[in-house]
């Protein structure tokens, strides 16, 4: 059994193959969210269901991941993330072997949804894992790979899923999923470490699980069906439901020592600060992400394939800032880097809003680049500050509040866009983009807030000669 403590972190090269075996994971969980999307009207025609129905093979994997996370972070406490993480891996394994076999939408859809517990189980510990692979003194490194790891998997699955679909029929959209989720487990096995520190006391309750998923279940079908445009008396009555399981859910959690809704952490000022941090983000994120395509082509004019091509710009550039990021929050306050990040993303949504009818190329690029700096200066230490902020033994439910804050995030600001849609049908777009740097503004404005609040040892810069 490893008896490294977290400050130590793994020796090299072993350290290594675990961030190795932490990368495949999170990249197929990522990549599996949206690689579907492109493939939807082929596999509607392909299984004879309407274009509404087909939209579940996104919805199904999404919901699953939604009600599971922080009901796995929580058991992974108890019983070791690295037993979690290795069986999500292999239920995500089997689970893509199931939707690739998959012959009617109900098939497809059971296997998606065991698919997504299988994800939820990978993200709702990996930066848990991340913490215990690297020295305390790197964490930020390490969060920084991982953020990495998210930005290249995110803007690779419509372009995978595009070429795969030229070679072969859609099941090999998740046929392709097996051979690497295999070699992510032999990794995982191999180099991931067993808990550090010990397992948290007490029985694990299924029913505050079953509260938590009703809880988050209901919440992801009122969004949906507002962005839908679902009978506001069905709406209403949904949100509700949400209401009153929410209340005694929240209610049974504040009275639990150690909560699957983790309020025992978001009592930390600097730990709910980063949470609000991250929600207002991903918000911000995803209403440009979703406003951007429809800007390209409808206002701009261009067609799909370059649409798609302009759209790299953002993630790529978070791929070589957020590393840099992960290394300068050793040196430079995380709340200083996150709130200048935002920042300069609040600048560039707004620039990208105010573009001229006929802008070049350029001119949408180096605004999408500034986006993508400015997020990717943001997300390495905003999640270093997050997980470290939390005692080692509730490193778990730290790294699901990480992953279900995002999901919140990207969930409303999906339903925020659709809202644009109606709200203001002739210039959606760029209302979008104002209420994208909105957020991103407001996010930065409270990280600043965290300049006033003490930093976890692990992140606090220490004096040349200090131990």
Known sequence: ????????????????????????????????????????????????????????????????????????????????????????????????????????????????????????????????????????????????????????????????????????????????????????????????????????????????????????????????????????????????????????????????????????LLRIPIFSVSVATSVCSYTGQMLAMVALPFYLQHVCGYDDVRTGLLLTAWPAVIMVVAPTAGVLCERIHPGLLGGTGLAAMALGALLLALLPQQPTTWQIVWRMALCGAGFGLFQSPNNSVLIASAPPARSGSASGMLATARLVGQTTGAALMAAMFRLVPGDSTRAALLLAGAFALTGSLVSFARLGLPLPEALRRRKPGEQ
Request: hydrophobic share 55%; aromatic share 8%.
């Open 1 to 264: 059994m490893n008896t490294n403590n977290s400050s130590d972190g793994l020796p090299m090269p072993r350290r290594l193959g675990a961030i190795l075996a932490v990368a495949f994971g999170v990249g197929l969980s990522v990549l599996d969210a949206t690689i579907a999307n492109v493939a939807l009207p082929v596999m509607g025609r392909e299984l004879n269901i309407s274009p509404a129905d087909s939209v579940w093979i996104v919805n199904a994997y999404q919901l699953a991941v939604m009600i599971s996370i922080l009901p796995l972070s929580a058991l992974g406490e108890r019983i070791g993330y690295r037993r979690i993480y290795v069986a999500g891996l292999l239920l995500f394994t089997l689970a893509s072997a199931g939707c690739a076999l998959a012959g009617s939408l109900a098939a497809l859809l059971a296997a998606r949804v065991v698919q997504g517990f299988g994800a939820a189980a990978v993200t709702s510990v990996n930066t848990t894992l991340i913490r215990i692979i690297y020295p305390q003194t790197q964490l930020g490194r390490g969060m920084g790979i991982n953020a990495t790891v998210v930005a290249v998997s995110s803007v690779a699955g419509p372009t995978l899923a595009a070429a795969i679909l030229s070679l072969g029929p859609w099941p090999w959209l998740f046929a392709v999923n097996i051979p690497v989720g295999i070699a992510a487990v032999a990794l995982s096995r191999r180099f991931l470490p067993q808990n550090p520190v010990r397992a948290l006391s007490g029985r694990f309750r299924w029913s505050d699980a079953a509260m938590n998923a009703l809880t988050f279940g209901l919440m992801m079908a009122a969004v949906e069906g507002f962005s839908h445009e679902v009978d506001p008396r069905l709406l209403c009555a949904g949100c509700a439901a949400c209401a009153v399981v929410g209340y005694f859910y929240v209610r049974s959690q504040l009275r639990r020592e150690y909560p699957l809704l983790p309020f025992d």
